[in-house]
């Protein structure tokens, strides 16, 4: 495989001089393809962004190092320059500090002060909240951007790459990551556009009429009463987990925790209410009202992406919750006038992911051109389509109880590459052992608080609890790192796309045909991404260029494909709709 930067490539390194005489002063240092120094010059923070704009219009334009994205980029796109590539320096470390693929990663273990702590976001949904542990990259966490340092720092990372058990794909990977970077900052500096009076009248329909300050919304109110009368307890606190535990032990309901999935086990006249409750809770803390005041400004919803920011190379949130509004606010996402809103989504990326890096022509066939869980039905594995998706998951996830567990045996006999591949990986993490992801993430090894269980089982002395707790943990570990492979492989698929699509629309050409928008300098009158999460892009474009920006959207998926895969018989067929709202119909 030898996919990544071409060996050609010309690095501009960007750092500050630390000058006590001059403390605006960077320096920008250039690189040839080996690493060796070609040249430099010293100016200014302020005169930057034309330094970076006047290199981005020279025949041989730069791929830019500096420490992060975050640290430089925004700076620039307020100036109106928008770079084509970066090696982000902060990003490559916690990659290849990692990867099984780097031969000799005690140098980048030894710099510590280029390491990040994990993510402090919530959990992105239950079903991957097991992958928001350790690794995670938090950005509030200061890293030296002094020249000295960044350069250091890059020849460490030069010389893992250059005796790496294979290049290319560590190239192509930290290419991907660190374009990705870019795309999260643009996509900041842009912003999404955001109908207020929507989102307003979504919330009144579903809450009530905004209340006073420290008041709960009318409907809220009513069904918070409902859970009060169910309960025969008129003073119960619905808001506090341990008061709220109390009243439902008072009225006979013995749940050990407020979670819906264990309150809906109970068949008590107040599950229900309850549940209708604890959803508009969620509704009006997460993006009620008081979200709306401090989240949109001037038409644009900015939230704070961080690639990396979960351990398998999804992206998570540090401010805004962008990767977790739920879908009955979408219509709260609306295009400008003159321009509307190209929404594509995959369909079964992650199995689709699966049956690419494993070779399984049997499911890979299964799901072209057309929905996968359907085929695994047309070929006769189960029934019906909601079994296909239960044993899918399952087999990713490592279910073995209920449906899962009747179901993911089949899968076996039907797809044996796919299944051994994520029943490999899960052998693996249960022993203790790493696995990597297609381009080389590798996953975290496991705490040694893990260790210490699994010691404590094998001493001579042990019980049968130490036993049982043991294997609970070893599972955990094996479904860990089942999955591991697949997301991880998954987000690396759509980094490519990402990356790609990113160019594609920054090659159409700019309309004079809308009026300025409040999305800044470089995307105010040309297609540009304004939302991502995991499988789905959502891109702003002005009317006249819809077409062509749909294009790029599938043509950038295909591309993808084709870099990651090669010529493996997988598509990843999207859903594409073109409209005013980003709801699907």
């Not at 990659?95 to 140098?107: A, Q």
């Not at 506090?240 to 006979?252: F, I």
């Not at 494993?358 to 359907?374: F, I, Q, V, W």
């Not at 891109?539 to 493996?568: K, M, N, T, W, Y």
Request: proline share 6%; glycine share 8%; charged share 25%.
């Amino acid at each position: 495989m030898t996919v990544g930067p071409p060996e050609s490539t010309h690095w501009c390194v960007i750092g500050r001089t630390r000058n006590p005489d001059r403390p605006d002063e960077v320096a920008a240092v250039d690189l040839d393809s080996a690493g060796e120094k070609v040249g430099g010059v010293r100016l200014g923070e302020d005169e930057l962004a034309d330094f970076v704009r006047d290199r981005e219009a020279a025949a041989l334009r730069p791929r830019w190092v500096f420490s992060d994205a975050p640290r430089w980029y925004p700076a620039w796109l307020a100036a109106g320059v928008r770079i084509g590539r970066c090696h982000d320096l902060r990003l490559a470390h916690a990659i290849l500090m990692r990867s099984e693929l780097v031969t000799e990663p005690g140098p980048l273990r030894e710099a510590a002060d280029w390491d990040a702590g994990p993510v402090t976001a919530a959990a992105e949904s239950d079903a991957v909240a097991l992958f928001d542990v350790e690794g995670g990259r938090d950005r509030a966490k200061e890293v030296p951007h002094d020249i000295d340092s960044a350069l250091a720092e890059f020849a460490r990372q030069h010389s893992a790459l250059a005796t790496a058990a294979d290049p290319g794909r560590l190239r192509l990977l930290l290419a991907a990551e660190s374009a990705g970077a870019l795309v999260a900052a643009e996509m900041h500096a842009a912003g999404a556009p955001w109908d207020v009076a929507e989102h307003d009248r979504i919330l009144t329909e579903v809450l009530g009429p905004r209340p006073p300050l420290g008041a709960k919304p009318a409907k809220m109110q009513a069904v918070a009463e409902e859970v009060r009368v169910a309960l025969e307890d008129p003073r119960a606190n619905l808001d506090s987990h341990a008061k709220l535990l109390s009243a439902l032990h008072r009225a006979g309901i013995n749940v050990a925790s407020t979670s819906k999935w264990e309150l809906a086990e109970s068949d008590h006249p107040a599950i229900e209410p309850l549940l209708r409750y604890k959803k508009l809770a969620r509704l009006l803390s997460a993006n009620g009202w008081h979200w709306l005041d401090e989240w949109i400004e001037s038409g644009r919803y900015r939230p704070v992406y961080v690639p990396g920011g979960v351990v398998t190379g999804r992206w998570a949130a540090s401010g805004g919750g962008a990767l977790q509004i739920p879908r009955q606010l979408r219509p709260a996402l609306r295009a400008d006038p003159g321009w509307t809103l190209i929404s594509a989504d995959v369909a079964q990326l992650e199995p689709r992911a699966l049956a690419a890096m494993s070779g399984d022509r049997a499911m890979a066939e299964a799901g072209r051109e057309k929905d996968l869980y359907s085929g695994i039905v047309d070929s006769g594995i189960v029934a019906t389509r909601q079994e296909a998706k239960i044993a899918v998951l399952g087999a990713m996830y490592g279910g073995t109880t209920g449906d899962s567990g009747r179901l993911v045996p089949r899968l076996r006999t039907s797809f044996p590459q796919a299944m051994a591949l994520v029943d490999s990986a899960a052998e693996v993490g249960a022993a203790g052992g790493v696995v990597s992801t297609w381009l080389g993430r590798t996953s975290p090894v496991p705490s040694e608080g893990w260790r210490q269980l699994q010691a404590r089982a094998n001493r001579f002395d042990a019980t049968a609890q130490d036993e049982a707790i043991a294997r609970r943990a070893a599972g955990d570990q094996g479904r860990f790192t089942r999955n591991f492979v697949v997301q991880g492989t998954a987000a690396e698929w759509a980094l490519a796309w990402l990356a790609d699509l990113r160019l594609r629309l920054s090659r159409l050409p700019a309309t004079t045909s809308v009026p300025a928008s409040p999305s800044g300098p470089v995307f105010d009158s040309r297609a540009h991404l304004v939302f991502f999460l995991h499988d789905e892009v959502i891109v702003h474009s002005p009317l006249d260029q819809a077409e062509d920006a749909a294009e790029a959207i599938r043509a950038a998926a295909a591309s993808a494909g084709r870099l990651l895969f090669g010529d493996a018989p997988v598509d990843f067929p999207l859903d594409l709709t073109i409209a005013e709202r980003a709801v699907k119909e």
